[in-house]
């Protein structure tokens, strides 16, 4: 019997059709980039490259030099707080400016002023973040910082990496998923509370039922995000621990997840094998979800029923994150 | 289109009698016909090796910010302009341009 699947059709996630959206995101941590050191970074589809210069500043630039074309990344040196072209030893600032030509009488004025595209860089809580727009549309907002800490300074406990095969927006997208809580991660009851969307910015504080060592625990969920790159949520009751979690586009399949998981110093032994539990509890969660996330399909008209949580209020203020046209939009 | 007909000095002081039509960039009509080692750059303000003294008769409109810039850094004359800035135009009919010497 001859019988053909219409593969392709089948098997395509739609991730080619949803654009990159635009927004600050972390590259990199901040000690993998030390003064002097330029490395080249490969994200939103294409490449950049990241040099620190001996002011401690980081500074971004597109990869090819103006010039001839060499890649800034190979073989270019930090001179100063500026970046040398290893082919011709054109030097250039962080804004794309040439400082220096070597062989010619004077830097013609166009070129001092700008002539290799920069990316806006900014170096918060131990990430950097890099200012992704397809069209260089100016930030629009800042990088977020960690909440302060009731008590001292933050403990940084733990961090995780994952690299997972999904577009960006659909592992924010997580968040507002309530039913999957009980069947993905065994949460006891679905999350109740306020979520908030404001230009940029969405904030969901629920009361929940957390695991725990002494069993389940009432309380308090206060999740951040400001653009789509950067979510920090704090999980507040008996401790209160604080998890960093950004999210940034290798290209439209591919994600690169960081977490940074902080408590609170001085903490009692008891109090540290919750927060330890609970820092436990979250990493399970999240490697439940990715074998989900690696092989799911995006659905623009999903089915959705009574208790499935505001996907469609998610996605309608992510557009904004996709709206490359009008710059002048309201801050 | 009628031809618009002007002199070139070339720098070794050698007149060039040329027509062009209006339009015409100058440093190309240069490049092509007097002197192939002007516009380094090809028109992009940065090498100033297309430097010419305009004769009387024709300023060659409007200076952009980045030619005026380029013509202080060349510590350029009066009268002076990049070419390759420059469209020829009617009103340029008999001029004489120099190309001036670094
Ligand atoms: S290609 Fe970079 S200096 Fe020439
Ligand atoms: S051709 Fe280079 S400045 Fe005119
Ligand atoms: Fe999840």
Redo the contacts between chains.
């Keep these: 019997m001859d019988k053909t699947f219409p593969e392709s059709a089948t098997l395509d996630r739609g991730y080619d059709k949803i654009p990159l959206p635009f927004g600050w995101f972390a590259v990199a941590a901040s000690e993998e980039i030390t003064v002097g050191d330029r490395k080249t970074f490969r994200y939103f589809g294409t490449e950049f490259v990241i040099w620190r210069g001996e002011d401690g500043q980081l500074r971004a630039v597109d990869p090819f030099c103006p010039h001839l074309g060499a890649h800034l990344g190979v073989a270019s040196e930090v001179v100063g707080n500026d970046l040398r072209c290893a082919f011709h030893h054109w030097t250039y600032n962080g804004e794309g400016g040439v400082t220096e030509i070597p062989y010619t009488r004077?830097v013609?004025?166009?070129?001092k002023r700008s002539c290799l595209p920069a990316w806006p860089a900014a170096e918060v809580d131990g990430l950097v973040y890099v200012w992704y727009h397809p069209n260089k549309g100016a930030p629009k907002w800042e990088v977020m910082a960690l909440p302060p800490c009731p008590e001292g300074e933050w403990v940084e406990e733990e961090r995780h990496e994952w690299s997972v095969n999904i577009h960006v927006q659909e592992i924010t997208e997580n968040g507002q998923d309530h039913a999957h809580f009980a069947s993905v991660h065994g949460v006891p009851g679905a999350p109740s509370g306020e979520f908030r969307l404001d230009g940029w910015v969405r904030r969901n504080i629920v009361e929940a039922t957390m695991n725990t060592p002494r069993g389940p625990m009432h309380g308090k969920i206060d999740n951040f995000a400001t653009g789509p790159g950067q979510t920090i949520t704090q999980f507040i009751d008996v401790t209160h621990v604080v998890l960093l979690q950004t999210v940034t586009p290798i290209d439209r399949e591919n994600t690169h997840i960081r977490w940074k998981l902080y408590r609170q110093s001085n903490l009692s032994d008891g109090k540290m094998r919750v927060n330890q539990a609970r820092m436990r509890d979250l990493v399970k969660q999240i490697v439940q979800d990715i074998p989900i996330w690696n092989a799911k399909r995006y659905v623009p008209n999903p089915l959705l029923v009574e208790g499935d949580g505001p996907l469609l209020a998610y996605r309608q203020q992510y557009a904004r994150f996709y709206d490359f046209e009008s710059d002048a939009a309201a801050e | 289109m009628s031809d618009i007909s002007l002199t070139i000095i070339d720098k070794a002081g050698t007149a060039h009698a040329l027509t062009a039509g209006s339009g015409q960039n100058l440093m190309h009509l240069m490049r092509e016909h007097v002197d192939m080692t002007i516009g380094t750059c090809g028109g992009e303000i940065s090498c100033g090796t297309c430097l010419v003294q305009l004769g009387d008769g024709w300023a060659g409109g409007s200076v952009s910010v980045d030619e005026q810039d380029m013509l202080e850094a060349l510590d350029a004359a009066p009268g002076c302009r990049l070419a390759c800035q420059l469209s020829l135009e009617p009103t340029a009919a008999g001029i004489t341009a120099t190309i001036v010497a670094d």
């Design positions: 004077f013609p004025p166009k070129l």
